[in-house]
């Protein structure tokens, strides 16, 4: 069966900071890979997507990127955190199908 | 381009009332259409789908079925219990491989 891992679960940064947060999938090949973006009472936002390795189209302008080395490998990154990137941030994969989404735990990110 | 609307909430329930959220849409194509639930402190996890006009998706008594003629994909449950309560979205997707996801819809069930 596929799962899908994001690590950490939890993370406090100080504004300024780098980011990066990974996203592996396993079970599955050459999944189409999302990141998105969870704001407080918020709907989400999609910030990237990939339909395979070194391929990423991205959502929103901002001071995040996103990155896949390998076929299963997603990385949310970025140089300087500000205060607005706080957030909750999911990673999910679609497989063959491609309509469905199965989301990984989650990172709960606090910039300060 | 493509968008969901959900009922805004948040939607506060007495256990075993019933329950309906309300979603409609906008897609160029034939969407499929979904309903995804948030637990607290969780991902989203898929709970019922339906890909095309008058197909009724269903799981753990929720139920939506596809209205083409109205644009629709309401969720239904007839018997709410407490642990029900969470976030629940109403996606489509047309392009295959990204989805459009509605605001979502807190539910709260009071025993």
């Known amino acids: 069966s596929q799962t899908i891992h994001q690590w950490p679960a939890t993370l406090v940064q100080p504004v300024g900071s780098p980011l990066s947060l990974e996203c592996t999938v396993e079970?599955?090949?050459?999944?189409?890979l999302y990141w998105y973006r969870q704001a407080a009472g918020r709907g989400l936002q999609l910030l990237f997507y990939?339909?395979?390795?070194?391929?990423i189209s991205s959502e929103v302008p901002q001071n995040l990127s996103a990155s896949r080395p390998q076929d299963r490998q997603f990385i949310l990154s970025s140089k300087k955190l500000l205060l607005s990137d706080s957030g909750f941030y999911l990673c999910?994969?679609?497989?063959?199908?491609?309509?469905?989404?199965?989301f990984g735990p989650g990172t709960r990110l606090t910039v300060l | 381009g493509d968008s969901v609307t959900q009922m805004e909430g948040p939607v506060t329930l007495s256990e075993e009332a019933f329950l309906t959220i309300n979603c409609t849409y906008t897609a160029t194509g034939y969407p499929s259409l979904f309903w995804y639930v948030q637990y607290p402190g969780e991902g989203l996890q898929l709970l019922l789908k339906a890909t095309k006009a008058d197909d009724k998706g269903s799981n753990k008594g929720f139920e939506a079925t596809y209205r083409k003629e109205t644009t629709s994909f309401h969720l239904e449950k007839g018997s709410v219990q407490v642990s029900d309560s969470a976030v629940y979205f109403c996606a489509l997707n047309t392009n295959a491989g990204k989805s459009t996801f509605g605001d979502g819809t807190t539910l709260t069930v009071k025993p």
């Open positions: 999910a994969w679609s497989g063959w199908e491609q309509d469905t989404q199965y």
């Open positions: 079970g599955t090949s050459n999944p189409n």
């Open positions: 990939s339909v395979g390795i070194g391929q």
